[in-house]
């Protein structure tokens, strides 16, 4: 890479960037212009079952029944009104999430190197790019490293294209010849490269284009789409219905006033008008639920899908560990040992030899390598040294303040004069220094990509590539990540420092530890508990990860961990031979990126429902193709993140169980209102229809069914999304992916609970005419009861197989008050004028309430019974 100019070595000072963001404005560029108030309030008017109440209401107007049609029209406007609140508070609350991980680049501020927010950034920064990351404005090179960039989203060509600083272009060429100038969204897929900012936000290339991108259309998840699809089966279903009841009593010869009444008022029973308010408000609960434990949710079909994993692919480093990396041993190549006290970032730890004899000019070469082979920084912050760069780099630079060596000064002695940055598809990184009076190449990286490269490698049968060979497979087995360092002397500067890559001396190893993250063995466990098999894919060597596997867990003694070269001889081999390796272990070392999409692809195929994360560009292929594809937050490359679900803002494993036990806590309350809807809809048009069975008059006007669908049920629906966790979440299997939402439990439940809720409000009816009550007074009564029913039956929804009895009655004290409130407001409708005319509504006494109160926890034994069979059944 060339040398930058004095001006980009210091960049933008503070003040001058503050004046330019005033100037030009934050770098963000347009966004899709969320919904008004006032459209979204029309959209909740656009749905098949509002179309069938507003003829109904249309037909009460027609019969006579005025007050029927107005108290519909009411309904369905105060219904809009909540749907139009509850859609924008999503709105906001889904805007609030995306702003939770924000994306920023490295500039140069002041001489530093800072890493800032993407929206900060103005014309005339300096700015820094390495593999992995997204263009965040319009850049001119001024120096590029193997730099190839993916423009596809601008230019449409799906081959990287190469960067180059050697030939100016005009502003007006086209884009895909534009080889000096990076875009804004576009993504580096390979090498480095830096150079100054000419245009930021609506002004770059993608913000000209951006009103057209942000005009796409938003994807509704499949879970709403399959309930939108199911209400209007249900819709259908009643229009099918009121069809052949309105031929049998037309040929009956009934009053056709009486016909078109019972019409609407089993439309009114059966529509489930309150389903997908409650499911959008369950997801959106679901959301903020996750987001609080560190899970962003990036596609709401990932909150579907995290409730069907069984198998979590996950890295090592920072998901695993704790990505402190700390040398703690050294071997030379002469096997010298040494021993590195101190941890982390602490540098006043010692370097002690094994040995009196111990070459001490051979340490300093290893501890050199270390530094100059090396892009990360250590500085002095508030709270201590804090590191910037790759783990392994940091590391390093620790290592050299142990032995006295200050980076920054080695690094100002022995100047750069070329560079191959690491990549993880070469396993390795080098420079060519100024060094002892000469030019030194210094290369570090994984023993075996080293050895490959060293003087001795021609003969793997020599006891120089033994003796190494022993070295490293020692510190990997103890659990210590293993890194080479080797180095050559040349003449000249190489102008292709590849090509002389080769006879190599071999220097040493270091073995690194990186502790597991302390919640990492209970989170496996707990992914077991649930039936989540869980498997390691790293870099790493493959008796580091055997080991670290043993340690979480995910593997025993007797298992054999599968490296990519086994895993080329099996793609090689063919589909059986892949099955059989990749399900034959729980532990993938040595595994490059593109084989991790391989990986995913067999578990698929095997039937697998699958999670996998991810931190680089080269884990994209791998994140897209997973049912839930999960980013790092933290150290994850925004290439990384885009392609992911899934989030995690503090790249822990146990951050991933948390968000499989809380998706399914959201499908298991999804299914909780659905039971709750459906069963009381169905309950109400038995009673309807057992009244037409047995010649009654209605029990139930449409009116007083708008009422305790919309309003008294209303409330409590809302209020069971709210339902935490029940305590089993991670001890029961994950559900089947293709498993319907209406599954043979729920049909099951559905029938019971309605048939007993309709067969005993029918009983009251007729009992309340037979014993001298008027019409008025037994719907009344029958009113009354049926709320009741809804204040009983949201207890039993609240779990499909926990007693009642066994669940805290303030777990949710929404829901508490979502009860007492229904039962409130209907009472309160019997005493208020106007209200209890257009309800047909009166008081009741004590003593009638309470013996409607008896009836109706009739359901609770029902339901209790029913889920103590099903218990035994199951066994």
């Not at 272009?169 to 875009?183: E, H």
């Not at 669908?709 to 089947?736: D, S």
């Not at 003593?847 to 609770?860: C, D, G, H």
Request: charged share 20%.
């Amino acid at each position: 890479m060339s040398h930058a100019t004095d001006r980009e070595q210091t960049g933008l000072g503070a003040v001058e960037a503050g004046k330019r963001l005033e100037q030009f404005g934050p770098n963000v560029l347009p966004e899709r212009k969320q919904p008004g108030l006032l459209l979204i309030f029309t959209k909740q008017f656009r749905s098949p079952f509002v179309y069938v109440l507003l003829a109904a209401a249309v037909v009460s107007w027609g019969l006579g029944q005025t007050l029927n049609s107005l108290f519909i029209l009411a309904v369905l406007l105060i219904n809009a009104v909540i749907g139009t609140i509850q859609e924008f508070s999503a709105e906001r609350a889904a805007a609030a999430l995306k702003k939770m991980v924000p994306y920023r680049a490295t500039v140069i501020r002041d001489g530093r190197t800072v890493i800032i927010d993407t929206a900060a950034i103005v014309p005339g920064d300096h700015v820094q790019l390495v593999s992995g990351d997204r263009v965040p404005a319009d850049i001119r090179l001024s120096a590029v490293q193997d730099l190839q960039v993916d423009e596809s989203m601008l230019t449409g060509e799906s081959v990287a294209t190469v960067k180059d600083t050697a030939v100016r272009m005009p502003d007006d060429a086209p884009l895909g010849d534009r080889s000096d100038v990076c875009f804004a969204g576009t993504v580096i897929m390979r090498g480095r490269g830096e150079g100054e900012v000419i245009a930021t936000g609506a002004v770059t290339e993608i913000g000209q284009i951006a009103v057209d991108v942000s005009a796409d259309a938003e994807v509704r998840p499949p879970l709403l789409q399959r309930i939108e699809h199911f209400t209007l089966r249900i819709t259908y279903a009643i229009l099918v219905l009121v069809a052949l009841i309105f031929l049998i009593t037309v040929i009956r010869g009934d009053d056709l006033a009486t016909v078109f009444l019972l019409g609407v008022a089993l439309a009114v029973s059966a529509i489930p008008e309150g389903l997908p308010a409650a499911m959008t408000i369950a997801l959106a609960i679901g959301m903020r639920r996750m987001a609080h434990r560190h899970v962003i949710i990036r596609r709401l079909l990932a909150v579907e899908s995290l409730g069907s994993c069984t198998y979590i692919a996950s890295d090592k480093t920072g998901t695993l560990t704790v990505n402190e990396m700390t040398i703690r041993r050294i071997v030379l190549a002469d096997g010298t040992g040494y021993e590195v006290s101190g941890e982390g970032l602490d540098l006043h730890g010692h370097i002690t030899p094994e040995t009196s004899a111990a070459d001490g000019s051979r340490l300093a070469l290893l501890c050199h390598a270390g530094v100059l082979a090396n892009e990360a920084h250590l500085e002095q912050g508030p709270e201590g040294w804090e590191g910037r760069g790759d783990g392994v780099d940091v590391a390093l630079l620790v290592l050299a303040s142990k032995l006295g060596l200050q980076y920054d000064d080695a690094r100002s002695r022995c100047q750069e004069l070329a560079r191959i940055p690491y990549e993880s598809m070469n396993a390795y990184a080098a420079s060519v220094n100024r060094y002892a009076g000469g030019f030194e190449i210094f290369v570090k990286g994984s023993a075996e990509r080293l050895l490959g490269m060293c003087s001795c490698a021609g003969d793997s049968g020599s006891l120089e590539h033994q003796r190494i060979e022993a070295q490293v497979n020692a510190l990997a087995k103890a659990g210590y990540r293993v890194l080479a360092l080797a180095h050559r002397r040349v003449d000249i500067v190489p102008a292709d420092l590849g090509e002389f890559l080769n006879d190599l001396e071999f220097i040493g190893i270091v073995g690194m530890i990186d502790p597991l993250r302390p919640e990492a063995v209970a989170a496996v466990q707990d992914c077991y508990a649930a039936s989540i098999k869980v498997a390691m894919i790293t870099g790493d060597h493959p008796h580091t990860a055997t080991a670290l596997a043993m340690q979480l867990g995910i593997a025993d003694s007797s298992m054999q961990p599968v490296t990519g070269a086994r895993l080329k001889e099996a793609a090689a081999s063919g589909d059986k031979a892949m099955r059989e390796l990749i399900n034959g272990t729980r532990v993938f070392a040595r595994i490059e990126p593109h084989q991790k999409k391989q990986i995913v692809e067999q578990l698929i195929a095997d039937g697998e429902f699958v999670a996998v994360t991810g931190d680089g560009v080269n884990d994209a292929p791998a994140l897209s193709h997973a049912h839930v594809g999960i980013a790092m937050g933290l150290r994850g490359t925004d290439v990384a993140r885009e392609s992911a679900d899934i989030i995690l803002t503090d790249d822990h494993f146990a951050s991933i169980v948390e968000g499989i036990k809380q998706g399914r806590i959201v499908y298991s309350n999804i299914r909780k209102v659905i039971f709750l809807l459906v069963s009381t809809g169905a309950a109400e048009i038995m009673l309807v229809l057992l009244s037409l069975l047995f010649g009654m008059p209605l029990p139930l006007f449409p009116i007083q069914l708008l009422w305790l669908n919309l309003v008294t049920n209303g409330i409590q629906h809302i209020a069971l999304v709210m339902e935490p966790e029940e305590g089993h979440e991670l001890r029961r299997p994950p559900r089947a992916p293709n498993e319907p939402i209406f599954n043979h439990l729920m049909i099951e439940r559905v029938l019971v609970n309605a048939v007993v809720m309709g067969c005993l409000a029918f009983v009251v009816f007729t009992w309340q005419l037979e014993t001298g009550a008027t019409e008025a007074g037994a719907r009344n009564m029958t009113l009354l009861l049926m709320v009741l029913f809804e204040n009983v039956h949201v207890l039993n929804s609240r779990s499909e197989t926990l007693s009642v009895f066994r669940q805290g009655l303030f777990s949710n004290r929404f829901l508490v008050f979502a009860i007492l409130g229904a039962q409130a407001i209907h009472i309160g409708a019997m005493y208020t004028p106007g209200l209890r005319d257009v309800l047909q509504v009166a008081p009741v006494t004590l003593v009638q309430w309470s013996q409607l109160l008896l009836i109706a926890l009739v359901l609770i034994v029902v339901d209790e019974l029913h889920k103590r069979w099903r218990q035994r059944y199951s066994r």
